[in-house]
């Protein structure tokens, strides 16, 4: 397992947002053959300087190092998809 802290602030339609994929301090697993869950995005609006983490605009968790860094990528380039 590679350890992962990717963070990044976007700027989409005058608003920013904290883009943030990590490794889970707690390995998750809800069923005997379940995979565990590693790594976790989630999207925050950044509001007055302070970021609301009460409100993710986004959460999703991966099994894999390459998924969550593609998702990543995939998602600070596609601020779209996740601004209503």
């Known amino acids: ?18 883009v943030s994929t990590i490794t889970t301090p707690i ?12 790594y976790e995005t989630m999207i925050f609006e ?3 300087e302070e970021i609301d983490y009460e409100n993710p605009l986004f959460n999703e968790r991966y099994q894999t190092y390459d998924e969550a860094v593609a998702e990543h990528s995939f998602l600070i380039k596609n601020p779209k998809l996740f601004v209503k």
């Open 46 to 48: 950044i509001k007055n």
């Open 27 to 38: 390995r998750h697993i809800w069923f005997e053959n379940d995979e565990k869950i590693i």
């Open 1 to 18: 397992m590679k350890d992962l802290k990717l963070k990044n602030i976007i700027n989409y339609n005058n608003r920013d947002f904290l």
